[in-house]
Protein backbone atom coordinates (compact mmCIF):
# COMPACT_ATOMS: atom_id res chain seq x y z
CA UNK A 1 0.00 0.00 0.00
CA UNK A 2 1.48 3.23 -1.26
CA UNK A 3 1.79 6.52 0.28
CA UNK A 4 -1.01 7.66 -1.65
CA UNK A 5 -3.73 5.67 0.57
CA UNK A 6 -6.70 7.63 0.38
CA UNK A 7 -9.23 8.53 3.57
CA UNK A 8 -12.39 10.57 2.08
CA UNK A 9 -10.78 13.25 0.53
CA UNK A 10 -7.71 13.04 2.09
CA UNK A 11 -4.38 11.51 1.89
CA UNK A 12 -3.41 9.66 4.93
CA UNK A 13 0.10 10.26 5.96
CA UNK A 14 0.32 8.06 9.28
CA UNK A 15 3.16 9.70 10.76
CA UNK A 16 1.07 13.42 11.14
CA UNK A 17 -1.29 11.12 13.50
CA UNK A 18 1.55 11.37 16.08
CA UNK A 19 3.49 13.64 18.19
CA UNK A 20 6.47 11.68 17.76
CA UNK A 21 7.74 8.95 15.29
CA UNK A 22 9.62 5.78 15.87
CA UNK A 23 12.03 5.36 18.50
CA UNK A 24 12.55 9.12 18.92
CA UNK A 25 9.54 8.74 20.78
CA UNK A 26 10.73 7.14 23.95
CA UNK A 27 10.79 8.46 27.36
CA UNK A 28 13.80 10.58 27.56
CA UNK A 29 16.79 8.17 29.13
CA UNK A 30 17.47 10.99 32.33
CA UNK A 31 13.91 10.65 33.43
CA UNK A 32 13.31 7.01 32.12
CA UNK A 33 16.13 6.19 34.66
CA UNK A 34 14.60 7.95 37.77
CA UNK A 35 11.31 5.81 37.09
CA UNK A 36 13.31 2.39 37.26
CA UNK A 37 15.78 3.24 39.75
CA UNK A 38 15.26 0.66 42.66
CA UNK A 39 13.26 -1.84 40.74
CA UNK A 40 16.17 -4.01 40.42
CA UNK A 41 16.01 -7.50 39.61
CA UNK A 42 15.36 -9.48 42.95
CA UNK A 43 14.95 -13.12 43.66
CA UNK A 44 11.46 -14.55 43.44
CA UNK A 45 10.10 -17.53 45.30
CA UNK A 46 10.43 -21.12 43.80
CA UNK A 47 11.72 -19.25 40.23
CA UNK A 48 11.19 -21.63 37.01
CA UNK A 49 14.54 -20.47 35.69
CA UNK A 50 17.38 -18.42 36.83
CA UNK A 51 17.59 -14.73 36.08
CA UNK A 52 20.81 -14.32 33.44
CA UNK A 53 19.72 -10.27 32.66
CA UNK A 54 17.87 -8.43 34.70
CA UNK A 55 17.26 -4.58 34.60
CA UNK A 56 20.06 -3.90 36.26
CA UNK A 57 22.35 -2.19 33.60
CA UNK A 58 19.53 -1.65 30.93
CA UNK A 59 20.39 -4.61 28.50
CA UNK A 60 18.07 -5.00 25.62
CA UNK A 61 16.09 -7.63 26.80
CA UNK A 62 15.80 -10.23 29.65
CA UNK A 63 17.22 -13.50 29.88
CA UNK A 64 16.68 -16.35 31.91
CA UNK A 65 18.19 -20.00 31.67
CA UNK A 66 16.13 -22.72 31.83
CA UNK A 67 16.83 -26.15 32.11
CA UNK A 68 18.55 -28.56 28.78
CA UNK A 69 21.38 -25.75 28.21
CA UNK A 70 19.38 -22.98 27.15
CA UNK A 71 18.09 -19.51 28.10
CA UNK A 72 14.99 -17.63 27.12
CA UNK A 73 15.03 -14.19 25.59
CA UNK A 74 12.22 -12.14 26.55
CA UNK A 75 11.08 -8.27 25.31
CA UNK A 76 9.03 -5.79 23.84
CA UNK A 77 9.27 -3.13 21.87
CA UNK A 78 6.50 -0.76 19.85
CA UNK A 79 6.23 2.85 18.77
CA UNK A 80 4.27 5.16 17.02
CA UNK A 81 4.10 5.48 13.07
CA UNK A 82 7.77 6.53 11.70
CA UNK A 83 7.19 6.74 7.99
CA UNK A 84 3.54 7.16 6.41
CA UNK A 85 3.58 3.61 4.14
CA UNK A 86 1.24 1.16 6.89
CA UNK A 87 3.54 -1.63 5.17
CA UNK A 88 6.96 -0.44 5.89
CA UNK A 89 6.06 0.51 9.14
CA UNK A 90 5.23 -2.64 10.40
CA UNK A 91 8.13 -3.55 8.62
CA UNK A 92 10.64 -1.54 10.60
CA UNK A 93 8.66 -1.58 14.14
CA UNK A 94 8.89 -5.74 13.64
CA UNK A 95 12.82 -5.42 12.83
CA UNK A 96 13.41 -3.23 15.85
CA UNK A 97 11.29 -5.51 18.21
CA UNK A 98 13.43 -8.42 16.93
CA UNK A 99 16.68 -6.36 17.55
CA UNK A 100 16.49 -6.90 21.03
CA UNK A 101 16.65 -10.54 20.74
CA UNK A 102 19.68 -10.26 18.30
CA UNK A 103 21.46 -7.64 20.77
CA UNK A 104 22.31 -9.98 24.18
CA UNK A 105 23.13 -12.86 21.56
CA UNK A 106 19.66 -14.60 20.92
CA UNK A 107 17.64 -16.05 18.01
CA UNK A 108 13.95 -15.05 18.04
CA UNK A 109 11.23 -18.11 18.51
CA UNK A 110 8.04 -16.34 18.68
CA UNK A 111 6.53 -13.14 18.18
CA UNK A 112 3.18 -11.30 19.57
CA UNK A 113 1.76 -8.06 17.90
CA UNK A 114 0.77 -4.86 20.07
CA UNK A 115 -1.13 -2.86 18.26
CA UNK A 116 -3.15 0.46 19.11
CA UNK A 117 -5.24 1.77 16.40
CA UNK A 118 -7.49 4.62 16.28
CA UNK A 119 -10.54 2.83 14.53
CA UNK A 120 -12.77 5.75 14.17
CA UNK A 121 -9.96 7.91 12.60
CA UNK A 122 -7.94 5.70 10.00
CA UNK A 123 -9.28 2.79 8.29
CA UNK A 124 -8.72 -0.44 9.60
CA UNK A 125 -6.99 -1.62 5.90
CA UNK A 126 -4.12 0.72 7.09
CA UNK A 127 -3.67 -1.45 10.36
CA UNK A 128 -3.82 -4.93 8.58
CA UNK A 129 -0.92 -3.67 6.12
CA UNK A 130 0.91 -2.80 9.27
CA UNK A 131 0.29 -6.17 10.93
CA UNK A 132 1.10 -7.50 7.40
CA UNK A 133 4.83 -5.94 7.35
CA UNK A 134 4.90 -6.99 10.98
CA UNK A 135 4.60 -10.78 10.25
CA UNK A 136 7.07 -10.68 7.03
CA UNK A 137 9.61 -8.92 9.11
CA UNK A 138 9.15 -11.97 11.60
CA UNK A 139 9.06 -14.57 8.68
CA UNK A 140 12.61 -13.08 7.34
CA UNK A 141 13.82 -13.84 10.82
CA UNK A 142 12.26 -17.18 10.40
CA UNK A 143 9.88 -15.77 13.51
CA UNK A 144 6.67 -17.47 14.92
CA UNK A 145 3.88 -14.65 14.95
CA UNK A 146 1.05 -15.88 16.84
CA UNK A 147 -1.95 -13.37 17.65
CA UNK A 148 -1.46 -10.48 20.10
CA UNK A 149 -3.73 -7.80 21.70
CA UNK A 150 -5.05 -4.71 20.25
CA UNK A 151 -6.36 -1.54 22.27
CA UNK A 152 -8.61 1.24 20.60
CA UNK A 153 -5.98 4.49 20.60
CA UNK A 154 -5.73 7.79 19.83
CA UNK A 155 -2.96 7.86 18.53
CA UNK A 156 -1.57 4.30 16.34
CA UNK A 157 1.22 2.48 18.12
CA UNK A 158 2.78 -0.96 16.80
CA UNK A 159 5.19 -3.51 17.98
CA UNK A 160 5.83 -6.43 19.27
CA UNK A 161 6.98 -8.64 22.00
CA UNK A 162 9.22 -11.18 21.41
CA UNK A 163 10.21 -14.82 22.93
CA UNK A 164 13.59 -16.37 21.90
CA UNK A 165 16.48 -18.61 23.05
CA UNK A 166 20.23 -18.15 23.65
CA UNK A 167 23.35 -20.31 24.94
CA UNK A 168 23.16 -19.10 28.32
CA UNK A 169 26.60 -19.14 28.04
CA UNK A 170 27.03 -17.25 25.32
CA UNK A 171 25.51 -13.98 25.74
CA UNK A 172 26.21 -10.40 24.78
CA UNK A 173 25.61 -8.22 27.58
CA UNK A 174 25.82 -4.37 27.73
CA UNK A 175 28.12 -4.40 30.55
CA UNK A 176 30.72 -6.70 29.55
CA UNK A 177 33.24 -4.25 27.90
CA UNK A 178 36.67 -4.53 28.58
CA UNK A 179 39.83 -1.87 27.80
CA UNK A 180 41.81 -2.57 24.99
CA UNK A 181 38.54 -3.79 22.56
CA UNK A 182 37.48 -1.66 19.57
CA UNK A 183 33.93 -0.85 19.41
CA UNK A 184 32.16 -1.52 15.96
CA UNK A 185 29.20 -0.13 14.64
CA UNK A 186 26.92 -2.63 11.61
CA UNK A 187 24.11 0.33 11.03
CA UNK A 188 24.58 3.76 10.00
CA UNK A 189 23.39 6.72 11.71
CA UNK A 190 21.35 9.35 10.51
CA UNK A 191 17.97 7.62 10.74
CA UNK A 192 16.49 10.05 13.11
CA UNK A 193 17.32 13.55 11.31
CA UNK A 194 15.75 11.46 7.52
CA UNK A 195 12.92 10.19 9.38
CA UNK A 196 12.26 13.82 10.58
CA UNK A 197 12.10 15.24 7.57
CA UNK A 198 10.03 12.90 5.91
CA UNK A 199 6.99 13.45 9.06
CA UNK A 200 7.48 17.54 7.83
CA UNK A 201 8.02 17.37 4.11
CA UNK A 202 6.09 14.03 2.90
CA UNK A 203 9.66 13.12 0.95
CA UNK A 204 10.38 9.51 0.88
CA UNK A 205 14.07 8.12 1.78
CA UNK A 206 14.27 4.48 1.02
CA UNK A 207 17.95 4.12 2.14
CA UNK A 208 16.50 4.85 5.42
CA UNK A 209 13.76 2.21 5.47
CA UNK A 210 16.30 0.13 3.92
CA UNK A 211 18.49 0.24 6.95
CA UNK A 212 15.50 0.25 9.43
CA UNK A 213 14.30 -2.74 8.07
CA UNK A 214 17.55 -4.88 7.64
CA UNK A 215 17.56 -7.48 10.78
CA UNK A 216 20.50 -7.96 12.49
CA UNK A 217 21.32 -11.15 12.85
CA UNK A 218 23.57 -11.56 10.84
CA UNK A 219 25.62 -9.27 12.84
CA UNK A 220 24.72 -10.90 16.33
CA UNK A 221 25.61 -14.14 14.45
CA UNK A 222 29.02 -12.65 13.76
CA UNK A 223 29.80 -10.90 17.26
CA UNK A 224 29.30 -14.32 18.67
CA UNK A 225 31.39 -16.11 16.39
CA UNK A 226 34.57 -13.70 17.09
CA UNK A 227 33.93 -14.48 20.93
CA UNK A 228 32.46 -11.01 21.49
CA UNK A 229 30.47 -10.25 24.83
CA UNK A 230 29.44 -7.28 24.83
CA UNK A 231 26.70 -5.32 22.63
CA UNK A 232 23.44 -2.98 22.56
CA UNK A 233 21.75 -1.64 19.96
CA UNK A 234 21.49 1.50 18.41
CA UNK A 235 17.65 3.07 18.92
CA UNK A 236 16.16 5.73 20.21
CA UNK A 237 19.03 7.19 22.87
CA UNK A 238 21.35 7.84 19.64
CA UNK A 239 24.52 6.37 19.40
CA UNK A 240 25.89 8.31 22.26
CA UNK A 241 23.42 7.45 24.75
CA UNK A 242 23.90 3.53 24.15
CA UNK A 243 27.48 4.17 24.07
CA UNK A 244 27.13 5.81 27.34
CA UNK A 245 25.53 3.20 28.99
CA UNK A 246 27.77 0.20 27.67
CA UNK A 247 30.92 2.65 28.97
CA UNK A 248 29.35 3.08 32.32
CA UNK A 249 28.03 -0.55 33.06
CA UNK A 250 31.72 -1.85 31.58
CA UNK A 251 33.32 0.96 33.78
CA UNK A 252 35.50 2.04 30.75
CA UNK A 253 36.12 5.24 29.02
CA UNK A 254 34.85 4.83 25.05
CA UNK A 255 36.71 6.54 22.69
CA UNK A 256 34.61 7.74 19.64
CA UNK A 257 36.64 8.51 16.45
CA UNK A 258 34.27 10.60 14.84
CA UNK A 259 35.34 10.51 11.14
CA UNK A 260 35.15 6.90 10.96
CA UNK A 261 31.39 6.96 11.96
CA UNK A 262 29.02 6.10 8.71
CA UNK A 263 26.06 7.90 8.03
CA UNK A 264 22.83 6.97 5.83
CA UNK A 265 22.95 9.30 2.97
CA UNK A 266 21.34 13.02 2.65
CA UNK A 267 21.65 12.35 6.62
CA UNK A 268 24.35 15.22 7.13
CA UNK A 269 21.89 17.56 4.97
CA UNK A 270 18.72 16.74 6.84
CA UNK A 271 20.62 17.94 10.05
CA UNK A 272 21.98 21.44 8.29
CA UNK A 273 18.58 21.81 7.12
CA UNK A 274 17.28 21.58 10.67
CA UNK A 275 15.02 18.26 10.73
CA UNK A 276 16.33 17.14 14.53
CA UNK A 277 14.21 15.78 16.77
CA UNK A 278 13.46 16.81 20.15
CA UNK A 279 14.19 13.26 21.33
CA UNK A 280 17.95 14.05 19.73
CA UNK A 281 18.38 17.02 21.10
CA UNK A 282 17.00 15.33 24.85
CA UNK A 283 19.59 12.64 24.40
CA UNK A 284 22.33 14.63 23.96
CA UNK A 285 21.46 17.16 26.95
CA UNK A 286 21.86 13.86 29.07
CA UNK A 287 24.78 12.75 28.07
CA UNK A 288 26.55 16.13 27.96
CA UNK A 289 27.93 15.69 31.24
CA UNK A 290 29.90 12.59 30.82
CA UNK A 291 31.26 13.77 26.90
CA UNK A 292 34.59 15.25 26.26
CA UNK A 293 33.65 16.38 23.03
CA UNK A 294 37.27 17.25 21.70
CA UNK A 295 37.38 19.55 18.89
CA UNK A 296 33.65 18.85 17.62
CA UNK A 297 30.69 21.35 17.42
CA UNK A 298 27.17 21.06 17.51
CA UNK A 299 26.14 19.28 14.09
CA UNK A 300 28.50 16.70 15.00
CA UNK A 301 27.05 15.97 18.51
CA UNK A 302 23.85 16.32 16.94
CA UNK A 303 24.26 13.57 14.39
CA UNK A 304 26.23 11.33 17.05
CA UNK A 305 23.03 11.30 19.38
CA UNK A 306 20.50 11.18 16.33
CA UNK A 307 17.21 9.19 17.97
CA UNK A 308 17.71 5.80 15.81
CA UNK A 309 14.84 3.57 15.05
CA UNK A 310 15.88 -0.14 14.15
CA UNK A 311 19.51 0.50 14.44
CA UNK A 312 22.13 -1.38 14.13
CA UNK A 313 24.33 -3.42 16.83
CA UNK A 314 27.11 -1.52 18.53
CA UNK A 315 29.83 -4.41 19.98
CA UNK A 316 32.74 -4.29 21.86
CA UNK A 317 34.98 -6.55 19.58
CA UNK A 318 36.04 -6.49 15.94
CA UNK A 319 33.42 -7.97 13.31
CA UNK A 320 33.62 -8.73 9.82
CA UNK A 321 31.94 -5.96 7.67
CA UNK A 322 31.42 -3.59 10.30
CA UNK A 323 33.47 -0.44 10.61
CA UNK A 324 35.56 0.22 13.77
CA UNK A 325 34.07 3.96 15.17
CA UNK A 326 36.75 3.69 18.43
CA UNK A 327 37.87 1.42 21.30
CA UNK A 328 37.27 1.50 24.95
CA UNK A 329 39.90 2.11 27.27
CA UNK A 330 40.53 2.40 30.84
CA UNK A 331 38.30 4.45 32.87
CA UNK A 332 39.60 8.14 32.60
CA UNK A 333 37.93 11.45 33.24
CA UNK A 334 34.16 11.11 31.54
CA UNK A 335 32.61 8.11 29.86
CA UNK A 336 32.63 9.01 26.17
CA UNK A 337 35.57 10.96 24.75
CA UNK A 338 35.34 12.24 20.98
CA UNK A 339 38.34 12.41 18.62
Not at 158 to 185: F, K
Not at 225 to 237: I, K, L, M, S
Not at 248 to 274: K, Q
Not at 324 to 332: A, D, F, Q
Request: hydrophobic content about 40%; aromatic content about 4%; some cysteine.
Amino acid sequence: MTLTTRQGQGTVRLTQYAHGGGCACKIPPGELEAIVAGLVSRPVASPAGELLIGLDDGDDAAVVRVDGGRAIVATADFFTPVVDDPYDWGRVAGANALSDVYAVGGEPLVAVNLLGWPRQTLPLELAKEVLRGGLDAARAAGCHVAGGHSVDDPEPKYGMAVTGLADPERLLRIGGGRPGLPISLTKPLGIGVLNTRHKATGEVFPQAVAAMTALNRDASRAALAAGAVCATDVTGFGLLGHLYKLARASGVTAVVDVAAVPYVEGAREAARGGYVSGGTRRNLDWVRPCLDPGRFGEEDLLLLADAQTSGGLLVAGEIPGAPVIGELIPLSGPHLRLR
